[in-house]
């Protein structure tokens, strides 16, 4: 047994009052993990009557979240998958059935009125979008994977299409990863195979595959660990759960593969790359089992499970720069139920109250190591550490800026002057914007301040029917 400092890992479910509840979470059939989740907020996948929504939830908004609490709401059908940008706490990605990718940019301290306007809908897929997931280390890259076997990174500073790997998959994308620096991607795919594909090279961009990397017909995922070898969760022929590690430089064999039990649900893999361990929920469980990976065989060291009685429809992953260093919390989880979200806080039990930086790591940062353009020209950053020893202090997040390219500058010959008049005359619009926008703030304040002085009026008016029923 694997002698780790991870093996006393305790779970905990929080308290009543400490969860989101009245959600309608949503009822779509797709296997992701319908949360995601930053220091600021949980976002969440809800029922949605005609078209698809989100919530977005200040993360102290706990208790009941009343029916008419305002939701992200501009995709015509379901919403499949939602991610907040590592690089800006409130930006955050949605695919949906409606073929497209939004991008929105959230009010820093929530949402007061419905959200029906990305800041860009990029539009490219032909069928359902299914996956979203933002580049580790670049600022504004996103992968989207669509029911059209198709995948698309785009540059969401213009709203353009820079990359679509259109052959590369016969059958649909169950589950697309970025490597630790965002060079490769790892994808899980419905005929079977694994496979390792850098996106930015010419030709042939399969770098490595591997075929029936788990024998079973029900849908596998794939994700980087931060050395670079790949681990999988799938089904044995005999419809067994399993887990498997293998190195890209040769994919003929697993490095190990563990059966689990049989069940049905797929293993959604959450991974914290300081400290190793693989967290595994499976949708329609009611237990978290994580794993210690090494480097010495067998690699996978089982440490514990967490058992609650509910099944999980869901769940969010907290960013390690979220967690609080000083009660050892080494991972949190937002857990959906069908009708809340209840966080679950796993921590490592230390009798000392000072920072632990075994457990603790330098860990990436939410600061870019590179611009989109310098990613799309070839360039490679790693992750920009920060030191979680005095907890991390968010900085103002710069608002998410879309330029969109001229279409027409692209079909201009040489001849710059012709593009010169069009961004000169597109700059006083901004100001005719922002005084809208004022506006629009304005009114916001003027109704909450409406809605405050009648719900006093009403307390008033309750209190004194109270007292007459009390004498």
Not at 2 to 10: A, G, I, P, Q
Not at 232 to 258: D, I
Not at 361 to 369: I, R
Not at 400 to 405: A, E, L, N, Q, R
């Amino acid at each position: 047994m694997l002698n780790s400092k991870f093996r006393h890992v305790f779970g905990q479910a929080a308290k009543n009052d400490q969860c989101y509840d009245d959600i309608r979470v949503s009822r779509v059939t797709w296997d992701s993990t319908f949360c995601s989740v930053n220091p600021k907020f949980v976002a969440i996948i809800v029922e949605a009557s005609g078209g698809g929504a989100f919530l977005v939830l200040p993360l102290h908004k706990t208790g009941r979240i009343d029916k008419s609490y305002p939701s992200v709401c501009g995709h015509t059908g379901p919403v499949l998958d939602i991610e907040w940008c590592p690089h800006n706490d409130q930006v955050i990605a949605s695919g949906s059935e409606d073929c497209t990718v939004m991008v929105w940019q959230i009010p820093e301290n929530g949402l007061v009125t419905p959200m029906a306007e990305p800041v860009v809908a990029l539009e490219g897929h032909s069928k359902r979008v299914g996956i979203v997931a933002w580049h580790p280390t670049a600022r504004n890259v996103l992968v989207s994977a669509g029911c059209d076997n198709m995948i698309i990174i785009w540059n969401v500073g213009t709203g353009e299409a820079m990359i679509s790997l259109e052959d590369e998959h016969p059958d649909v994308i169950f589950s697309v990863s970025w490597n630790r620096n965002g060079s490769l991607l790892c994808t899980a795919c419905k005929d079977k195979s694994i496979r390792v594909i850098d996106p930015r090279k010419d030709g042939e961009k399969i770098i490595a595959e591997k075929e029936k990397a788990h024998d079973g017909a029900r849908p596998m995922r794939a994700i980087f660990l931060s050395d670079g070898n790949v681990l999988t969760t799938g089904f044995s022929r005999m419809s067994e759960r399993q887990l498997a590690l293998w190195n890209t430089h040769n994919m003929e064999e697993p490095m190990t593969v563990n059966e689990m039990d049989t069940s049905n649900g797929v293993l959604l893999p959450f991974y914290d790359p300081d400290t190793n361990v693989v967290y595994l929920c499976g949708k329609g469980d009611s237990s978290i089992r994580y794993f210690e990976i090494t480097d010495e065989a067998p690699y996978v060291h089982f440490l514990n499970t967490f058992s609650s009685k509910e099944p999980q429809r869901g769940m969010g992953y907290m960013p390690k720069r979220g967690l609080d260093v000083n009660k050892c919390e080494i991972a949190r989880f937002f857990k959906l139920h069908e009708r809340k979200c209840e966080p679950i806080v796993m921590t490592v039990p230390r009798k000392s109250d000072l920072f632990q930086d075994d457990l603790y790591p330098d860990t990436a940062g939410p600061d870019p190591a590179l611009e989109a353009e310098e990613w799309f020209e070839g360039k490679n950053g790693d992750p920009i550490k920060i030191s979680l020893k005095n907890g991390y202090v968010p900085s103002k997040s710069r608002e998410i800026k879309v330029v969109k390219k001229n279409i027409l500058d692209s079909k201009v010959t040489k001849n710059a002057e012709n593009s010169a008049p069009s961004s000169k005359c597109a700059t006083p619009a901004p100001s005719v914007k922002s005084e809208a926008k004022l506006e629009e703030i304005l009114k916001e304040i003027k109704s909450l301040k409406d809605l405050i002085s009648s719900q006093e009026k009403r307390i008033i008016k309750l209190e004194d029917q109270m007292s007459k029923i009390s004498i």
